[in-house]
């Protein structure tokens, strides 16, 4: 009876012990941020990003010194012209202003959807490779690196580049 009782003991600390390690989540993390940047896709978009964005900055400097010119003609010639003359080019030059106002931001408004459409299946295709390595190691919770103070479980980046072949 007394070894029935020491068996059925050591039976219940197994299986409450084989429960709380079962319980037990498995953890690791990434530094997402680390990985988009290192995928070749994102490399190609950003020099997209910055090619769209300096077609918008020269336009607007070109814009910005025709409308200098347009200031120092106005002004070197205000004294000959008509108060009429001189309000109407005021007019004139206060449009040409508010025009390159609303082109800066519809460009900017442009570059930020150019660079959101473009990023958006790089940031899915990480997703989806972190998503298949943790699935594959057995991971139940993959956590951003780059938003954690402290990170103990595994660190997936290498796993994940070597999925993606980066």
């Known amino acids: 009876m ?11 600390f197994f299986i409450g012990a084989t429960g709380f390690m079962t319980g037990q989540s498995k ?5 997402k941020q680390e990985l988009i940047k290192a995928m070749p896709e994102y490399k190609t978009a950003q020099a997209e990003i910055e090619k769209l964005g300096k077609t918008y900055e ?3 400097q070109t814009s910005v010194k025709e409308l200098e010119t347009k200031l120092k003609q106005y002004d070197a010639e205000a004294a000959s012209q008509t108060n009429e003359e001189n309000a109407k080019r005021m ?3 206060e449009g040409m202003k ?3 106002g609303q ?3 519809q460009a900017q408004k442009d570059l930020q959807e150019k660079e959101f459409n473009l990023l958006k ?3 899915e295709k990480a997703d989806n490779a972190i998503k298949a390595v943790a699935k594959e190691q057995g991971f139940q919770y993959v956590f951003d690196s780059a938003m ?3 990170a103990e479980g595994k660190d997936l980046m290498t796993d994940v580049k070597a999925y993606l072949k980066i």
């Open 148 to 150: 954690l103070i402290m």
């Open 103 to 105: 082109y800066q931001q």
């Open 58 to 60: 020269t336009t607007i």
């Open 2 to 12: 007394k070894q029935f009782r020491i068996l059925a003991i050591a039976t219940a």
């Open 98 to 100: 508010q025009s390159l």
């Open 27 to 31: 953890v690791a993390h990434i530094n």
């Open 121 to 123: 299946p790089i940031v």
């Open 91 to 93: 007019q004139e030059v």
